[in-house]
């Protein structure tokens, strides 16, 4: 909610340096002609990302308002992934399922006392940071956006595989879904691998 109003000034800002580049080109431009241009297996051209734009072009015909809307959702999106993430490697922490109980118990004694604000806090700093200005506002930085929330949800459904009271059906499932994950992460930018 806080990135929202934070970022709010910024959904109806301008195009910017290499945003007119990209969106011109054919691909983008039109959808239709994406299948044809930009190959899904190749990472190279990020064709996730590019899907992204031709999508969000298609529904907005150049309208800014549109494009910083999918990258400040992707910022929320961004940040409830580390909120989740962090609760769910407190839980194995300090439940034992992970080596640092045993070095340090005084830390794990004071996480079980409050399991959400150390996550909340983490959370509400990546949301409001400055550094992300850049990913958030300016569109062509949507790959790092895309890039970061595929390899936080392979990471996010890795350790939902970690959890012991699921049965091997559900980690098995857990397990594969992280692969496409990957895969999307890698496809938006290579930063992911």
Same mark, same amino acid.
């Given at each position: 909610?806080?990135?929202?109003?934070?970022? /709010?000034?910024?959904?109806?800002?301008?195009?910017?340096?290499?945003?007119?580049?990209? $969106?011109?080109?054919?691909?983008?431009?039109?959808?239709d002609?994406?299948?044809?241009?930009?190959?899904?297996?190749? /990472?190279?051209?990020?064709?996730?990302?590019?899907?992204?734009?031709?999508?969000?072009?298609?529904?907005?015909?150049?309208?800014?308002?549109?494009?910083?809307?999918?990258?400040?959702?992707?910022?929320?999106?961004?940040?409830?992934?580390?909120?989740?993430?962090?609760?769910?490697?407190?839980?194995?922490?300090?439940?034992g399922?992970?080596?640092i109980?045993?070095?340090?118990?005084?830390?794990?004694?004071?996480?079980?006392s409050?399991?959400? /604000?150390?996550p909340?806090?983490?959370?509400?700093?990546?949301?409001?940071?400055?550094?992300?200005t850049?990913?958030?506002?300016?569109?062509?930085?949507?790959s790092?956006?895309?890039?970061?929330f595929?390899? $936080?949800?392979?990471?996010y459904?890795?350790?939902?595989?970690?959890?012991?009271?699921?049965?091997?059906?559900?980690?098995?499932?857990?397990?594969l879904?992280?692969?496409?994950?990957?895969?999307?992460?890698?496809?938006?930018?290579?930063?992911?691998?």
């Amino acid at each position: 909610m806080l990135s929202a109003i934070v970022y /709010f000034n910024s959904l109806q800002g301008a195009f910017q340096f290499d945003d007119r580049n990209l $969106l011109n080109r054919e691909w983008v431009a039109d959808l239709d002609s994406f299948d044809k241009n930009v190959k899904l297996g190749s /990472f190279q051209n990020r064709p996730i990302l590019l899907w992204t734009f031709a999508v969000n072009n298609h529904l907005d015909h150049h309208n800014t308002f549109g494009f910083h809307l999918v990258n400040l959702t992707l910022h929320i999106l961004v940040t409830v992934l580390i909120f989740f993430i962090l609760i769910r490697v407190k839980y194995l922490i300090s439940n034992g399922y992970c080596s640092i109980k045993q070095e340090h118990p005084k830390l794990i004694k004071n996480w079980k006392s409050n399991v959400l /604000f150390f996550p909340f806090a983490v959370s509400l700093i990546f949301a409001l940071h400055p550094l992300n200005t850049d990913s958030v506002t300016y569109i062509s930085s949507r790959s790092s956006l895309l890039a970061t929330f595929f390899y $936080l949800l392979a990471l996010y459904l890795f350790t939902e595989m970690l959890v012991p009271f699921r049965t091997r059906k559900q980690r098995i499932m857990f397990g594969l879904f992280t692969i496409p994950g990957i895969y999307f992460a890698i496809a938006s930018k290579l930063i992911a691998v």
